[in-house]
């Protein structure tokens, strides 16, 4: 399937048609949990993108070597590695962002999307085809991370970024951890509806 996709194409993929949080309703903890700002949504966003692009680049480079009967357990233990290299970075670069995200960074050993790309393409498809992937999922789920990010900033806080735009908190529940799965919900809704709507054009016009 992915040689029938131009490069472009797999990173869209990844952004829209198969967005991590908003189509495909993976790695939800973080997405409810670190989404409170869009400096927290983007540090972890980061993150994930470094870990997903290198576990893939590894897992597809290795995988004529890798067992099938051992290939959960080397994805885990490629994404543990990279996570390590990225925790240690983030830690000493960026030590109070690090300090807002807390266990979340280590928690990236355990996302599902990571761990599902590597399973369904990067173990079957070329090392550029798998870097272009990669690229695509891990910007989707920046994405994700930092519009919600903003909405839930924005409107829990009044601010962005620290600036305060409003001069007011409109509804302080936003920050709320369960507001999380009230704006992905309205964000899942509003990505459906978009795809309805182009669907139905591209329709109409054959």
Request: glycine share 8%; charged share 15%; net charge positive.
């Amino acid at each position: 399937m992915a040689n029938e996709l131009s490069k472009g194409q797999l990173v869209a993929r990844g952004l829209l048609s198969q967005n991590p949080v908003f189509k495909l309703a993976l790695s939800m903890c973080p997405a409810v949990g670190m989404s409170t700002s869009i400096k927290t949504g983007l540090m972890l966003g980061v993150a994930v993108l470094f870990v997903q692009v290198f576990s893939s680049l590894t897992i597809s480079l290795f995988k004529n070597w890798i067992h099938p009967r051992i290939r959960i357990p080397t994805y885990t233990l490629t994404i543990a590695t990279w996570v390590t290299v990225i925790d240690l970075v983030l830690s000493a670069a960026f030590p109070a962002a690090y300090a807002e995200m807390g266990i979340f960074i280590k928690l990236i050993v355990a996302f599902a999307i990571i761990t599902m790309r590597l399973e369904m393409f990067a173990c079957k498809e070329t090392v550029s085809d798998s870097l272009f992937d990669a690229v695509g999922m891990g910007l989707g789920f920046m994405f994700g991370m930092v519009t919600i990010g903003f909405v839930r900033e924005l409107l829990g806080s009044g601010m962005v970024f620290g600036y305060d735009l409003l001069g007011f908190k409109p509804l302080l529940f936003f920050i709320l951890p369960c507001a999380g799965f009230f704006v992905v919900g309205l964000m899942m809704a509003f990505f459906n509806w978009i795809e309805a709507k182009y669907r139905d054009a591209r329709e109409q016009k054959s």
